[in-house]
């Protein structure tokens, strides 16, 4: 018998025996649970106890709490009333609701400035060991390799083309529209050619592209290496003596550079194609038309500022996703959050980077 509830003129007495361990945890929940503890305070005696741990000390808390029963006397062996005190006091510290921690304005601004600078420096060094796995490829070309490169063109740029091709071809068709609903007004219809030509080589084309690369490939590249890491594919190559950046991240980076002027140039194309669909009904400007306007009225400029655009943007969505899959945390939630992170990443560092070239453009003149 582990417990007994002994009644007297100056109180419940819960006498205690026995050893209260772990592995008598259920027979000495079972005895607890049968005993009439009464829901007032009561004296109890663990003089005879042998042994107590802290899941029985658990056990005798819990059942007192749950019929409502304070101790007003604890007589215990010392040891045994250390590890009771100890036990409720975690309990207390369970029950307390959690502090929240509220930071000032301008200490949040502060902690958000310098979260952003590690960011930077985080990608900065990502950066610099992918121009040294560069160099190093540039120096031995045959430690690049060809295979996973082409398993990357072929996934990043030719399974892309009928995405890209769709979204662009009704982007420009919108584009058309609205821009037509203005200019017909002045008997300007004719100037819908040049602006959708040049908005969409120059600016939309490209940043259209890059942003749905971002949620495409981007993503993919930081849950295909988290994965890795998470499975621990990446410390065997470690292993094997075999460089990640080269094997893994250099085919990645090298494809997203050469295949978004390729769906640029593919997206322009598009684009073009649904604002000559729309222009012919609406605005009552013939394919021929359209197609000799185009070829009057677009510089080559325009183009190569867009392809430029392209290769930029790329190479920065893939550092990001993959840079993002190599630090991934050891666990699945993480990928998640990871590979969340990426998207959102990519398009803000697309924009920003879009809005630097504009700038830079519009002051050298080109």
Not at 232 to 248: H, K
Not at 276 to 292: E, K, N, R, Y
Not at 320 to 332: E, H, L, P, Y
């Amino acid at each position: 018998m582990y417990c007994r509830l002994q009644r007297g003129p100056d109180g419940a007495v819960l006498l205690l025996s026995g050893q209260w361990s772990l592995a008598r945890l259920a027979d000495i929940d079972a005895e607890l649970g049968a005993v009439a503890l009464p829901s007032l305070p009561i004296k109890v005696d663990g003089t005879r106890l042998q042994a107590l741990d802290t899941g029985g000390a658990l056990a005798l808390l819990l059942r007192l709490a749950a019929a409502g029963t304070t101790i007003a006397q604890l007589d215990v062996k010392p040891g045994h009333g250390r590890v009771i005190d100890a036990v409720r006091a975690r309990m207390d510290d369970d029950d307390a609701p959690p502090q929240r921690y509220r930071r000032r304005p301008l200490a949040a601004l502060g902690f958000a400035a310098v979260k952003l600078g590690w960011k930077l420096h985080c990608h900065l060094e990502f950066l610099g060991r992918v121009m040294h796995a560069l160099a190093e490829v540039v120096r031995h070309p045959g430690r690049l390799r060809w295979k996973e490169l082409a398993a990357q063109l072929q996934h990043v740029c030719l399974e892309a083309i009928p995405v890209v091709a769709l979204v662009s071809f009704l982007i420009g068709m919108v584009l058309a529209y609205l821009f037509g609903l203005q200019a017909e007004k002045y008997g300007a219809s004719i100037f819908v050619v040049d602006a959708v030509a040049i908005g969409v080589s120059r600016e939309i084309g490209p940043l259209m592209v890059a942003v749905i690369m971002a949620g495409r490939s981007g993503s993919a590249f930081t849950a295909q290496l988290g994965t890795m890491r998470l499975t621990e594919e990446i410390d065997a190559l470690r292993t094997l003596g075999l460089s990640p950046m080269q094997v893994l991240v250099l085919p990645r980076v090298l494809a997203s550079v050469l295949a978004l002027p390729l769906l640029v140039f593919v997206g322009d194309v598009a684009a073009l194609g649904g604002a000559m669909a729309i222009s012919d009904p609406l605005l009552d400007v013939s394919p021929l038309t359209f197609i000799g306007r185009v070829d009057s009225q677009l510089a080559f400029r325009h183009v190569a500022v867009g392809l430029a655009k392209g290769a930029i943007f790329g190479a920065a969505i893939a550092l990001i996703g993959c840079r993002a899959g190599m630090t991934v945390g050891r666990d699945a939630r993480s990928i998640g959050t990871s590979t969340t992170s990426t998207v959102v990443q990519g398009i803000v560092w697309v924009i920003l980077l879009d809005a630097l070239f504009a700038v830079l453009l519009q002051e050298a003149g080109i």
